[in-house]
């Protein structure tokens, strides 16, 4: 679900760890447990691994003390803000198939998109490199859903024009839920962009209010660690 997903869909990027999202119920973490006891995976911080965390959308953080991934971290999530349920995100999963043993389970790319919706710098470029890649992937023969896509999520002001001129029908349906779409209409470059650096404010300080109260029980945590550690 992280930068090795982005990756798989065309945005390259250089990604220091492996980012997994998790149904948080006890078989499954009983196998997650496995593997990373297999990685000789340690947990680096706080909080600590447990269902309960997961399940309030905080990450467990890992890191791999096997020689072949020798400080590889894998940083597991459960819970993401305005990402749908696991369920959801499991149905809708891309599947990538290299070989005859080697398969790769990834979060859709609208979802991938969501959950790169937050307040840290890197996201927001690599939003805009995924979206872009699919449009020039797909944009022969498109359906509706990728047409939709791209309006919604498209992070530039001249692909939102000239997704506006040549679908007029999708943006009309859209308009009520991006209102700068409207702007993408009119062709007018200087008020989107604004617009668009608008919306990503706004996406930037939902995000922080989200982890606010989640930052808050992690210095908690560490507090009681600190306090264990020099009793």
């Given amino acids: 679900m992280g930068g090795q997903a982005c990756v798989f869909y065309g945005a390259a990027e250089f990604s220091r760890d492996t980012d997994i999202a998790i149904l948080a119920e006890p ?7 496995k593997a990373l006891k297999e990685l000789k995976a340690k947990c680096i911080a706080v909080p600590p691994f ?9 990450a467990i953080h890992f890191r791999c003390f096997r020689a072949d991934v020798l400080n590889m971290r894998i940083d597991v999530m459960s819970v993401m803000r305005r990402v749908a349920a696991f369920k959801d995100l499991w149905e809708r999963r891309t599947t990538i198939q290299l070989n005859s043993s080697e398969k790769y389970e990834l979060m859709s790319l609208p979802d991938l998109v969501q959950a790169k919706k937050t307040q840290r710098d890197k996201d927001w470029p690599m939003i805009r490199r995924l979206v872009e890649a699919h449009y020039i992937t797909y944009q022969g023969k498109p359906t509706s859903e990728q047409i939709s896509f791209w309006l919604r999520e498209a992070r530039t002001s001249r692909l939102l024009i000239e997704l506006a001129g040549k679908y007029p029908f999708e943006r009309t349906l859209l308009m009520k839920e991006r209102p700068l779409l409207s702007f993408a209409k009119a062709k007018d470059e200087v008020i989107l962009q604004n617009a668009l650096e608008e919306e990503e404010k706004r996406e930037r300080e939902i995000d922080k ?9 992690l210095e908690e945590l560490r507090r009681r660690r600190l306090k264990k550690a020099n009793e």
């Fill in 27 to 33: 078989h499954n973490l009983e196998r997650l447990s």
């Fill in 209 to 217: 209010m989200y982890w606010t109260p989640l930052k808050k029980e």
């Fill in 50 to 58: 447990s269902s309960t965390y997961l399940r309030r959308g905080h």
